[in-house]
């Protein structure tokens, strides 16, 4: 079975297969970390498989504005944000380890569900996608309720927002791989909003730490009104 | 033709036991070197055995006849294990006999044996070393059985020969699954061999030791057949390595000239192969004993997605 439906898939198709692997295995990775500071260079990755998918998609289909989004997640994702990211845990010094709400085994096990769950769900969206990608809209899937995953279980503010972060590099992913990707103006807007939304939240950062004196989000839901 | 097969089985057994020594050498030299401390030569795991071999055996008094017997089983199913795994030639005597399942069958049964010698004596420091062994022995197995799956899946057989054969010689195809494999694999291969993350092999006295706190009561030809024993299990883990994940090389004739030239591609795949190894052990830190299921969980969760993205990527349903 494999044998014969492997050959179809010309080698761009798999090394673009090879890329949304390697973005589930950082997905993983990413889940299973408990220092944010190999948590940022992750994410770093993740954005440098991204920036290669993008770009192999972009030369083998022709789509010139493949190659200007595959700049943006460059300059943003590879570049931009974890240099951002470094400077905030540097002025915030928060190395330590991560304490998270479930053991990791357990979550690594919700993962796993996870994934099966997407794939599933996949199966008949990407039958309906003529792209080359589109046996990678399940993994696309799975990193985004991976990301998902990873907010809901760490109490850490800066977790979350790298959780946040590497949701949006799957939601993109997603887009790329079901239809080539978005309009520019859509695209642009988003990478905008990325990093204008990191802004803010550095600005929350020191905010939260301020008040609580740490950046564990479970303080907040002490507040209450008087 | 079944001449040459049973010279290049031959040739093959003989190249594990002389160089799976050099081997763990070449790895301590390494980690030496990334240590900056001054290396020991090449061959001391050799110097040793041969110190070893030479030394009279000192046995305790209630030591049973397994406590005897334990060195050779284990020395036996290591060189066995060593000789099934297809390096130089994809045409072995012995691989109908063994395929990937059986080797692990062959490995648990060096591990259940490595166990009782540990506990045979009945000091606390053997027992706790069986004890914790059979702790990482079981979380492993699953894992490696499950690299062997994705494997199997990818070439429709269990046949290590016929594995390495589809994935070397077949047209040129990227398998995504089997990145995730490979990182699982080396996890595996790091928690049995008793490598870095998992144990610490060159201490003696530590609380935390797993592989060695088993073999502390032996002396003389015994330890050396272990420590021969290891070396060969190391050996044939990174032969794995190779014919799983980087097999290109490996002939599927066994002519002399063709033996020759896959001997040289594993020679420099082993070089290769041990300084990653070395990297590896150099970069990471010892972790505590009970992060080795969390770890080896891991291990077991990587090869399950390589089965699940081989399942969606490469079926091409």
Redesign the interface.
């Known amino acids: 079975m494999t044998e014969t439906a492997i050959l179809p898939i010309p080698l761009s198709g798999q090394l673009i297969n090879l890329c949304a692997a390697l973005m589930l295995l950082l997905g993983f990775a990413m889940l299973a970390q408990r220092r944010i500071l190999t948590l940022i260079n992750l994410f770093m990755l993740q954005g440098g498989a991204l920036f290669a998918s993008t770009v192999i998609a972009a030369h083998s289909t022709g789509q010139h504005h493949l190659y200007w989004s595959a700049a943006i997640t460059l300059l943003l994702k590879v570049i931009g944000l974890p240099w951002i990211l470094h400077r905030l845990i540097r002025r915030l010094s928060v190395k330590w380890d991560v304490e998270t709400l479930l053991n990791i085994p357990t979550t690594m096990l919700i993962g796993i569900v996870l994934v099966v769950i997407s794939f599933n769900v996949a199966q008949p969206i990407s039958q309906l996608s003529g792209t080359i990608m589109r046996a990678t809209i399940g993994i696309a899937l799975a990193c985004t309720l991976l990301s998902f995953l990873m907010m809901i279980t760490r109490s850490k503010a800066v977790p979350q927002v790298i959780a946040f972060l590497a949701m949006e590099n799957s939601l993109f992913f997603a887009a790329t791989s079901a239809t080539y990707g978005m309009p520019m103006v859509v695209e642009l807007g988003i990478a905008l909003d990325v990093l204008v939304g990191m802004v803010i939240l550095g600005v929350f950062f020191f905010q939260i730490r301020e008040q609580f004196d740490s950046l564990d989000i479970r303080q907040m839901e002490k507040i209450k009104e008087e | 033709m079944n001449l040459h097969a049973l010279f290049a089985q031959l040739l093959e057994l003989l190249l594990a036991l002389l160089l799976a020594p050099v081997l763990v050498g070449w790895i301590n030299q390494c980690r030496a070197w990334l240590q900056n401390r001054s290396a020991p030569p090449l061959l001391q795991p050799w110097y040793t055995l041969n110190k070893l071999f030479r030394k009279e055996v000192r046995l305790a008094d209630n030591a049973s006849s397994l406590f005897r017997a334990a060195p050779y089983i284990v020395f036996s199913c290591m060189a066995l294990a060593a000789a099934v795994v297809p390096t130089l030639s994809t045409e072995l005597i012995f691989s109908p006999a063994a395929d990937a399942i059986a080797l692990v069958g062959l490995f648990s049964l060096a591990r259940v044996f490595i166990a009782l010698a540990g506990m045979d004596v009945g000091t606390a420091f053997g027992t706790m070393g069986s004890r914790r062994e059979m702790l990482i022995g079981f979380l492993a197995e699953p894992a490696l059985l499950m690299v062997f799956f994705t494997a199997s ?2 070439s ?1 057989s269990t046949s290590l020969a016929t594995i390495v054969q589809t994935l070397a010689h ?2 040129f ?2 398998y ?2 089997l ?2 494999a490979g ?1 699982a694999f080396v996890m595996v291969l790091l928690a049995e061999n008793a490598r870095v993350p998992v144990d610490n092999p060159s201490t003696h006295l530590e609380l935390t030791m797993i592989h060695e706190a088993m073999i502390l009561e032996y002396s003389g030809r015994h330890l050396a057949l272990f420590e021969w024993a290891s070396s060969l299990k190391l050996f044939a883990y990174s032969c794995l390595g190779i014919a799983l994940f980087f097999p290109f090389g490996i002939p599927e004739s066994s002519g002399f000239l063709a033996l020759f030239t896959a001997g040289g591609t594993m020679l420099l795949k082993l070089i290769g192969g041990g300084f990653g190894l070395a990297l590896i052990e150099t970069l990471s830190a010892k972790m505590r004993v009970f992060r080795a ?2 770890y080896l ?2 291990a077991f ?2 090869a ?2 390589a089965m ?10």
């Not at chain 2, 699940?308 to 349903?317: C, F, I, K, S």
């Open positions: 899946l990818i429709r077949s047209e195809v990227i995504p699954s990145a995730f990182i299921p969390e969980g891991t969760l990587f399950v997605l699940l993205v081989h399942l969606l990527l490469e079926t091409g349903a």
